[in-house]
C-alpha cells in the first residue's frame, strides 16, 4: 500500500471557495476496484481556502512564486503583470474545463476523464501534458490529490503515469522550489480572487525602446577568424563523416538519395522564393513533434519531443537517418547535440546528457540510465549546447516563451511570433561541462543579467550568444548579439557578454552555422507580412488564406548573414504549412521541420541555402 500525503476532510471544497486553511496529514490511499465506490471523505483536497485580507495574500503568494526573493518560476519565466495574468487565465480556463464538475472523483472512469482533461489533445494518449493546460494548478502536480486521481485513474500503472504526468506537467522545475500543501494553497487561493493587489505587489516593467538595426566590427572579424578556426574547419580536418555524402565532391553533393521537395507534391511549392537552392525530405512522420528538432554535428541524427506511438515510459525521439529506425527516448523535449559529434541531451523531469557514441549501438531504447549517460537539475529547461574551441563544453539557458506552433492534430493554427515577454530582471545561467571520458558532468554555473532578453541561445564555439528582446506589449523587437567572454579564475568563471550586435527582426529558434558566419531563424506569417510574400495588398487572396483563422497559418525559414545583416526567405509555406526549428550541420546544410496540418504529417528536410549563398 503507497503513502499519499493529502488533507483529510469530510466534505469537499471547490476551488475560489472561502473559509479556513489547511494542512498536510499523511494517510493511506484507499485501494479500490475499478470502478467501485470509494467514501468521499477520504478524498483528499484540490486546495484548502486561505483566509487573508487580499494584500497579504498577493504579498505572499507573489513571493513564493518568485517576485522580489529567491528564484523560483522566474527561474524560466518572466513574472510580470501580463505573465500572471496570462496564468490566471489558464487556470480559469482549467478550472473551467476540468475541475468545475467533480473534484472528489470516486471511480476508475471519474478519474481518467480528469487524466484526459488535461492533455494536450484529449483523447490522444500521446499528446502528453502542457503545463498550459493546468494553468497555476501545475503547481500541484506533485501533490496529493493529483496523486490520489492517478491512482484511482490507472490502478497498478499509477504511478508510471504519475511520473509521465509530473515530468511533463509539474511546476517549478528540478528539485527546488517545489510547493507544499499549504503554499500551494497561499498562491492557488490569490488565483481564484483573479489576482487582487496585482500591481501593488507585482512592478511595472520599464518602457521598452525602439530597435536600432547595428552591427559592429567585431562582427566581421569573429566571422574571418571562425571561417579557418570554427567547428566546420576543426569537424572537416578530424574526418567527421557526414551523412548523406558518399561519393560527393562537395557538400552541396550530399544527400542526393532523399528526394527533393520541389518533385513531390507534398511540397507544393516550397522551392519557389529561391529556385537555385534545394530542399530534400529526409523522412516522413506521422505522429506530432513537441517542441523544437535539433540534431547531430554529421547530420545523421534527428531528436525531437513525440514518438510514433502510445507508451508509459518516453515521449520523444531520436531518429537515426542512416538506419532509417525510431530510438524511443525516455524524456520529453528540448533536444541539443555538442558540435564535436560527442554527446546530446533531452530534458525530462530532469537534463539528461549521453555520450554520442550510445546512438551508434542502435539502442533499442534510451532509458538515460546507461552508464554513458548523466541526468542533472543543473541544467534548466530550453538549454541549448556548444563547445569552447580547446576548452570546456557549455550550456545556457534563462527565460524563454515556448514555442510550439503549427502543431498537427490541432485545431489551432499559428498566426503570430511567440511572445517576448521577458523581465527587466532576466538572467542567463553559463553551465561549463566537463567530459570525464565517460560522462558529462556540469560544473558550477556562472549568471549574467540580461534584461527584457530571453529565449537565449549559444553558438557552436561558445563565443556568441544571441537572445530575442522585448518590445512593446510583450512583442518582440528584434535579436541581440553579444560577445561570450568567459575566463576561467579557479574552478569557476567570470562572464562578460557585451553586445556586439542588433537585428530588428521578428522571429524565433535562431541557431547559429558551424562557420559561424549565418544564422537561421523561423516567422509566423503576420499581418504586415503581404508585401514581403509579393502579395498586391492584405485583402489578396491568397494572403487572406495564409491568414485565415480556420485553416491558416504558415512559417517561413529565413537565412541571415549576420556581418552584413542581409536576409533572405528560403521557403514558401502554403496555408496550413510550417517549417521551423531549422539549425545548421557541421557542413553547412540546414535541417528543419515541416509541420502540415491539412494533411497532419511532418517532414524533417535539409536545404543547401547557405552552401549556395556562399
Known amino acids: 500500500m503507497h503513502r499519499l500525503y493529502v488533507v483529510v476532510?469530510?466534505?469537499?471544497?471547490?476551488?475560489?471557495?472561502?473559509?479556513?486553511?489547511?494542512?498536510?496529514?499523511?494517510?493511506?490511499?484507499?485501494?479500490?476496484?475499478?470502478?467501485?465506490?470509494?467514501?468521499?471523505?477520504?478524498?483528499?483536497?484540490?486546495?484548502?481556502?486561505?483566509?487573508?485580507?487580499?494584500?497579504?495574500?498577493?504579498?505572499?503568494?507573489?513571493?513564493?512564486?518568485?517576485?522580489?526573493?529567491?528564484k523560483n518560476c522566474d527561474r524560466c519565466h518572466a513574472l510580470s503583470r501580463d505573465r500572471l495574468r496570462s496564468?490566471?487565465?489558464?487556470?480559469?480556463?482549467?478550472?473551467?474545463?476540468?475541475?468545475?464538475?467533480?473534484?472528489?472523483?470516486?471511480?476508475?472512469?471519474?478519474?481518467?476523464?480528469?487524466?484526459?482533461?488535461?492533455?494536450?489533445?484529449?483523447?490522444?494518449?500521446?499528446?502528453?501534458?502542457?503545463?498550459?493546460?493546468?494553468?497555476?494548478?501545475?503547481?500541484?502536480?506533485?501533490?496529493?490529490?493529483?496523486?490520489?486521481?492517478?491512482?484511482?485513474?490507472?490502478?497498478?500503472?499509477?504511478?508510471?503515469?504519475?511520473?509521465?504526468?509530473t515530468g511533463e506537467a509539474a511546476m517549478p522545475r528540478g528539485d527546488t522550489g517545489h510547493f507544499t500543501q499549504g503554499e500551494f494553497d497561499i498562491v492557488a487561493e490569490w488565483f481564484a480572487r483573479d489576482l487582487p493587489q496585482l500591481d501593488a505587489v507585482v512592478a511595472a516593467d520599464p518602457p521598452a525602446t525602439q530597435c536600432t538595426t547595428m552591427i559592429s566590427a567585431e562582427v566581421q572579424t569573429h566571422v574571418t577568424t571562425m571561417a579557418q578556426e570554427g567547428w566546420r574547419a576543426v569537424n572537416a580536418a578530424n574526418g567527421i563523416l557526414m551523412h548523406g555524402c558518399?561519393?560527393?565532391?562537395?557538400?552541396?553533393?550530399?544527400?542526393?538519395?532523399?528526394?527533393?521537395?520541389?518533385?513531390?507534391?507534398?511540397?507544393?511549392?516550397?522551392?519557389?522564393?529561391?529556385?537555385?537552392?534545394?530542399?530534400?525530405?529526409?523522412?516522413?512522420?506521422?505522429?506530432p513533434s513537441s517542441y523544437w528538432t535539433r540534431s547531430s554535428a554529421d547530420g545523421r541524427y534527428i531528436s525531437h519531443g513525440g514518438a510514433p506511438v502510445a507508451s508509459q515510459t518516453y515521449r520523444s525521439s531520436v531518429i537515426d537517418l542512416q538506419n532509417d529506425t525510431n530510438i524511443p527516448a525516455a524524456a520529453l523535449y528540448d533536444p541539443g547535440f555538442f558540435p564535436d559529434n560527442s554527446g546530446f541531451a533531452l530534458q525530462g523531469s530532469s537534463a539528461r546528457f549521453c555520450e554520442q557514441s550510445l546512438l551508434a549501438t542502435q539502442p533499442a531504447m534510451i532509458t538515460f540510465n546507461e552508464p554513458q549517460c548523466r541526468r542533472t537539475n543543473a541544467v534548466g529547461l530550453y538549454q541549448h549546447m556548444a563547445a569552447a574551441l580547446g576548452g570546456d563544453y557549455w550550456t545556457v539557458d534563462g527565460q524563454f516563451d515556448n514555442d510550439n506552433g503549427g502543431q498537427i492534430n490541432s485545431n489551432n493554427p499559428t498566426l503570430t511570433d511567440t511572445s517576448a515577454t521577458f523581465s527587466s530582471d532576466a538572467e542567463i545561467d553559463l553551465t561549463p561541462m566537463v567530459h570525464t571520458g565517460t560522462q558529462f558532468v556540469p560544473q558550477a554555473a556562472s549568471s549574467a543579467l540580461l534584461p527584457r532578453e530571453g529565449d537565449v541561445i549559444i553558438s557552436p564555439?561558445?563565443?556568441?550568444?544571441?537572445?530575442?528582446?522585448?518590445?512593446?506589449?510583450?512583442?518582440?523587437?528584434?535579436?541581440?548579439?553579444?560577445?561570450?567572454?568567459?575566463?576561467?579564475?579557479?574552478?569557476?568563471?567570470?562572464?562578460?557578454?557585451?553586445?556586439?550586435?542588433?537585428?530588428?527582426l521578428r522571429g524565433g529558434k535562431p541557431a547559429i552555422s558551424f562557420d559561424e558566419r549565418w544564422m537561421v531563424y523561423h516567422h509566423y506569417v503576420e499581418a504586415n507580412d503581404w508585401a514581403a510574400l509579393g502579395y498586391t495588398?492584405?485583402?489578396?487572396?491568397?494572403?487572406?488564406?495564409?491568414?485565415?483563422?480556420?485553416?491558416?497559418?504558415?512559417?517561413?525559414?529565413?537565412?541571415?548573414?549576420?556581418?552584413?545583416g542581409t536576409v533572405r526567405r528560403i521557403t514558401t509555406m502554403q496555408p496550413g504549412q510550417y517549417a521551423l526549428y531549422p539549425h545548421f550541420r557541421s557542413d553547412g546544410w540546414i535541417y528543419f521541420i515541416v509541420r502540415d496540418r491539412n494533411r497532419n504529417f511532418e517532414w524533417m528536410t535539409a536545404s543547401d541555402a547557405a552552401l549556395v549563398f556562399e
Not at 530575442?468 to 561570450?484: A, T
Request: aromatic share 8%.
Open 87 to 165: 496564468w490566471d487565465t489558464e487556470s480559469d480556463a482549467a478550472e473551467t474545463a476540468c475541475l468545475t464538475n467533480n473534484l472528489a472523483p470516486t471511480t476508475q472512469g471519474e478519474a481518467a476523464g480528469i487524466v484526459d482533461c488535461f492533455r494536450a489533445q484529449p483523447g490522444v494518449v500521446t499528446s502528453g501534458w502542457p503545463p498550459h493546460k493546468l494553468g497555476i494548478f501545475n503547481t500541484a502536480a506533485r501533490l496529493g490529490w493529483f496523486s490520489y486521481v492517478f491512482q484511482l485513474a490507472y490502478g497498478a500503472t499509477w504511478e508510471n503515469e504519475l511520473e509521465l504526468f
Open 246 to 287: 558518399q561519393g560527393a565532391t562537395d557538400a552541396r553533393g550530399c544527400l542526393t538519395t532523399y528526394p527533393r521537395a520541389g518533385a513531390t507534391a507534398s511540397s507544393m511549392g516550397w522551392e519557389d522564393i529561391a529556385p537555385t537552392t534545394t530542399i530534400r525530405i529526409l523522412k516522413e512522420n506521422t505522429y
Open 461 to 504: 564555439s561558445a563565443r556568441l550568444l544571441v537572445s530575442r528582446v522585448s518590445g512593446s506589449n510583450g512583442s518582440q523587437s528584434g535579436f541581440i548579439m553579444r560577445k561570450l567572454i568567459a575566463t576561467k579564475t579557479g574552478a569557476s568563471y567570470s562572464i562578460n557578454v557585451p553586445e556586439i550586435a542588433r537585428y530588428c
Open 537 to 564: 495588398s492584405a485583402t489578396d487572396a491568397g494572403f487572406v488564406a495564409l491568414r485565415d483563422a480556420q485553416t491558416g497559418g504558415a512559417a517561413n525559414i529565413f537565412l541571415l548573414e549576420i556581418a552584413t
Open 9 to 70: 476532510a469530510a466534505g469537499l471544497a471547490m476551488a475560489g471557495c472561502g473559509g479556513g486553511g489547511g494542512g498536510d496529514t499523511p494517510v493511506d490511499a484507499p485501494d479500490v476496484p475499478t470502478d467501485a465506490a470509494i467514501d468521499a471523505s477520504t478524498i483528499p483536497l484540490l486546495r484548502n481556502p486561505v483566509n487573508l485580507p487580499d494584500l497579504e495574500l498577493a504579498q505572499q503568494a507573489a513571493a513564493l512564486l518568485g517576485v522580489g526573493g529567491a
